[in-house]
Every structure is written in C-alpha cells, then in structure tokens.
Nanobody, 124 residues
Framework: QVQLVESGGGLVQAGGSLRLSCAAS????????MGWFRQAPGKEREFVAA????????DYADSVKGRFAISRDNAKNQVYLQMNRLKPEDTAVYYC?????????????????WGQGTQVTVSS
C-alpha cells in the first residue's frame, strides 16, 4: 500500500513558476514508476509527466515539454514537478500517481495509487 500527498500548488501569474511535491509512504516507493496528471473543470484527466523507478527515464505531454521537469528522490520518498513559464491553460488540479511497476505509462488507468490532488491556478 502506498499513500501519496501532494503539496506546492497555488495561484501564480502567467509566466511564473511553481514546484509541486509528492510525498510517498511505504518502503516500495523506490520500485515504482511515478506520474503526474491533471484535470481541469469539465475536462478529462490528462497525462502531464512520468518517471521510471530510478529517475533515469522520463516522458512529458507535448503541451508541457520544455517547461516542466519531473524528478524524484528515492531516499526521501519524494517526486517533484517543476513547472516554469506557466500558462493559464495549465490551470487544473494536479495529481501524483504511483504505478506498481518500474516503468512508467502515460495512461492514468495504469496507475494504482493516487494522491488527493493540489490546485494550480494560473492567472493571465
């Protein structure tokens, strides 16, 4: 069992930055791939970024590539999402998710554990 708690969301102006953190419980965290997803009002949950168990492989949605960076610290049971050059269309609830395999996926249905989400609002 893995419990995930996101933090770091908030209100920021367009062009600004935020860093989201996801704290994970459980000794098996280091074996799991992790992902960030987001959901805006009236829209489906969408893939943002993912990272494999070691941090050596990552993937990003085209909409955030070059602006966002995912990383992890297995010693601290943490995964991060650095978000730069934020746009109003990045406004959403951001979720951290854990997949019980070492390789990541871009489909939310492949992730077994989810955090409660953190709100990110980007004003124009």
């Amino acid at each position: 069992q893995v419990q995930l708690v996101e933090s770091g969301g908030g209100l920021v102006q367009a062009g600004g930055s935020l860093r989201l953190s996801c704290a994970a419980s459980g000794r098996t965290f280091r074996n799991y791939a992790m992902g960030w997803f987001r959901q805006a009002p009236g829209k489906e949950r969408e893939f943002v970024a993912a990272i494999n168990w070691s941090g050596g492989s990552t993937d990003y949605a085209d909409s955030v590539k070059g602006r966002f960076a995912i990383s992890r610290d297995n010693a601290k049971n943490q995964v991060y999402l650095q978000m730069n050059r934020l746009k109003p269309e990045d406004t959403a609830v951001y979720y951290c998710a854990a997949r019980t395999t070492s390789s990541y996926a871009i489909s939310w249905s492949q992730y077994a554990y989810w955090g409660q989400g953190t709100q990110v609002t980007v004003s124009s």
